[in-house]
């Protein structure tokens, strides 16, 4: 009723353009399932690495004039120290916040 709105973008893999220009959300939750050094496997089997988050989260700028709150689930146990410095890497070149998300993690808008 507030008119909060969230998109959730799970195992899409990249080419989420069309996506972008129908939906305004203030948080936007996505899978980060791997660490770019798996960047081809990603992109062929419907995942996102930080590298291509960071190729959608640009087109999304570009669609919106915006970045809206990010957070990154669903990433691989044995890869996630190599996701959080990659996503680190993304968020300051993005100048944008990106959060990962954990088990219990509560948000609010």
């Known amino acids: 009723p507030d008119g909060k709105v969230v998109f959730y973008a799970g195992d899409t893999g ?3 353009a069309d996506c972008w220009r129908r939906v305004s959300p203030q948080l936007l939750i996505t899978e ?3 660490s770019d ?3 081809e496997w990603a992109a ?3 995942h996102l690495t930080p590298s ?3 190729q959608e989260l640009t087109s999304f700028r570009e669609v ?3 970045l809206p ?3 990154a689930v669903h990433m691989n146990p044995a890869l996630e ?3 959080e410095t990659e996503i680190a890497a993304v968020s300051e070149a993005l100048g944008s916040s990106i959060t990962l998300g954990y088990e219990g993690m509560q948000l609010s808008l």
């Open 14 to 16: 990249p080419g989420l």
């Open 32 to 34: 980060v399932t791997a």
């Open 37 to 39: 050094e798996y960047k």
């Open 44 to 46: 062929k089997s419907g």
């Open 52 to 54: 291509l988050l960071r």
């Open 64 to 66: 919106n004039g915006y």
């Open 69 to 71: 709150r990010v957070v």
């Open 81 to 83: 120290k190599e996701i």
